[in-house]
Nanobody
Framework: QVQLVESGGGLVQAGGSLRLSCALS????????MGWFRQSPGKEREFVAA????????SYSRSVKGRFTISRDNVAHTVDLQMGSLKPEDTAVYYC?????????????????WGQGTQVTVSS
């Protein structure tokens, strides 16, 4: 059973940076395309970024492209989201997600594994 555990959330001022990490564990935790989603209060969960296996392809939402970078370490079994130039509207619970596929995707329905989420709060 594959498990995803996020870490790295917290409080940061607007314009600052934060790095989220997702640790994959369990049988079958390799060879998965991975993604990050986020959900703000009163809003639906939305796509942020995704990375293929083994990591040649990435995809970003328009709202974070150029500010966020997704990467993976296939030896350590981690997927990171480096967030820069943070804005108050980036405040959300961020979720790590995994696909039963090696290709990137940006729809929530394409992901079958989910972490518990980590809170990111950006103050103005």
């Amino acid at each position: 059973q594959v498990q995803l555990v996020e870490s790295g959330g917290g409080l940061v001022q607007a314009g600052g940076s934060l790095r989220l990490s997702c640790a994959l564990s369990g049988i079958g935790s390799t060879s998965l395309a991975m993604g990050w989603f986020r959900q703000s209060p009163g809003k639906e969960r939305e796509f942020v970024a995704a990375i293929s296996w083994p990591g040649r392809s990435t995809s970003y939402s328009r709202s974070v492209k150029g500010r966020f970078t997704i990467s993976r370490d296939n030896v350590a079994h981690t997927v990171d989201l480096q967030m820069g130039s943070l804005k108050p509207e980036d405040t959300a619970v961020y979720y790590c997600a995994g696909r039963a596929s090696q290709a990137v995707a940006n729809e929530e329905r394409d992901f079958v594994l989910w972490g518990q989420g980590t809170q990111v709060t950006v103050s103005s």
